[in-house]
């Protein structure tokens, strides 16, 4: 439909919906809509972008105004007055990329639909759309990844990650601009490395509770790349250690490919082998090593990591919490629970912080785990069923539920049908 033009390319969009609407969508008049469907009417850039959200038209809109002019100045028509405008930011858009050009612009707004923009809402589409021309200092920066942390933490994971997306588009295109500008060993395109090395674990983790393991598995590609890329050895260690104990806590890879990413990451830590960062890794390998029932080794490295972690924390300034003191309790506790050490990983539990749903209750699983492996299967099962039926329904991951799997594996076969092991798997929606 190359042929289209603008006023039909919007009409086609706009389906069955009314001009109403798809007006009140993108918070410009009905009557422009109207003039603009009948081809009577030269959008500006912005108008053309806040149709775009509304109509889901993934750049369509962009490439149809092409033909009609590059950029027009907006009159008092395509606007509504500032106090009809809700929420919507009405600053002017700087010239800040400026020499970016229109396909560009395109590319960052089909991306921007491939992340989900037409789940939000117009007024926030719109608000972030506009953001994407407005640079953010460092500072700002640590501070919104520190925000995404805080909601992975309390909101489910489908709301933390749809929070995400737009960010991600931003800082990918303030780094595009920045390394152009000013070289890829400069500070400020290592500084922004970071950021997204931090946003793309905090997506990988969300996807990962979502259970949507390949787009998981990229961004913690896209995460590790850009660690590397900032230069920071210590992040390079914390982002790796995260890729691989998520892994583990989800079943995303299988144990195999957790000990190659392991032992890819050795010449990391011996280049700084008293770190955090290192024993954050010792960590890690130690959870592997506890589901391969080595118990023994496990159990050292954590008593090697345990005084570095106990004292010390990573030391970058980007979400300095997400890589703090519950790391070494939370592989404790699981550990503890897979070699049957009840007490040590109750103890274990009790020292974990409640700011994030999610580990506290893989561990309270894991200690049901523990119960039914010493024998008692009633008791531990109906221990894994009051954890999940007190969570909600759209606060129950597929990490947690992956840990749930394993409560009902460690029972013996033949000890499946019992009523308690039935409950859980009803919670789980698993068939016998």
């Not at 913690?220 to 914390?238: E, I, M, N, V, Y």
């Not at 990983?345 to 785990?369: F, G, V």
Request: charged share 25%.
């Amino acid at each position: 439909m190359s042929d289209e033009t603008f006023g039909q390319v919007l009409r086609r969009l706009r389906g069955n919906r009314t001009l109403e609407a798809v007006a009140h969508a993108a918070d410009i008049s009905i009557s422009y809509v109207q003039k603009l469907e009948a081809d009577g009417g030269k959008p500006s850039r912005r108008v053309v972008e806040r149709l775009e959200v509304a109509t889901n038209a993934q750049g369509a809109l962009i490439e149809a105004s092409e033909k009609i002019g590059k950029r027009y100045a907006p009159n008092a028509e395509i606007l509504p007055p500032t106090a009809a405008m809700s929420s919507v930011r009405t600053v002017d858009i700087n010239d800040y990329y400026e020499e970016e050009d229109a396909t560009e612009r395109r590319r960052l707004l089909q991306l921007a639909a491939g992340l989900g923009v037409a789940s939000l809402t117009p007024d926030e589409a719109l608000r972030q759309l506009v953001d994407l021309d407005l640079p953010l200092s460092i500072d700002d920066w640590e501070l919104a990844v520190t925000d995404h942390l805080h909601a992975l933490r309390t909101q489910s994971a489908a709301s933390a990650q749809r929070t995400l997306h737009f960010d991600l588009v931003t800082v990918l295109r303030q780094l595009k601009h920045t390394a152009s500008k000013l070289g890829l060993e400069h500070s400020d395109t290592r500084d922004l490395y970071r950021v997204l090395a931090a946003l793309s674990t905090l997506n990988a983790n969300a996807l990962t509770r979502l259970g949507q393991d390949e787009a998981a598995i990229r961004w913690w590609r896209t995460a590790r790349k850009s660690a590397d890329a900032s230069g920071d050895l210590h992040l390079r260690l914390g982002v790796r250690s995260t890729e691989v104990g998520v892994a583990l806590g989800s079943g995303q890879r299988d144990i195999e490919t957790v000990v190659r990413l392991l032992d890819a990451a050795q010449g990391i830590v011996e280049q700084v082998p008293h770190s955090y960062g290192a024993a954050l890794m010792k960590v890690t390998r130690a959870k592997a090593l506890s589901l391969v029932e080595r118990h023994a080794e496990a159990t050292r490295l954590l008593d090697e990591a345990r005084d570095t972690l106990g004292t010390g924390r990573l030391p970058v300034s980007i979400m300095p919490a997400y890589w703090g003191t519950q790391r070494l309790p939370y592989a404790e506790t699981c550990v503890y629970a897979a070699a049957g050490e009840e007490k040590k990983a109750n103890e274990a539990r009790e020292r974990l912080s409640q700011d994030d749903y999610q580990y506290p209750t893989n561990a309270r699983l894991m200690l049901a785990m523990c119960t039914v492996v010493r024998g008692g299967v009633d008791q531990g099962m109906k221990r894994a069923a009051e954890v999940l039926g007190s969570l909600p329904e759209q606060y129950r991951t597929h990490m947690i539920k992956h840990t749930a799997r394993l409560v009902l594996k460690a029972v013996p076969m033949d000890q499946r049908d019992r009523p308690a092991v039935r409950d859980v798997r009803s919670l789980l929606a698993i068939e016998a």
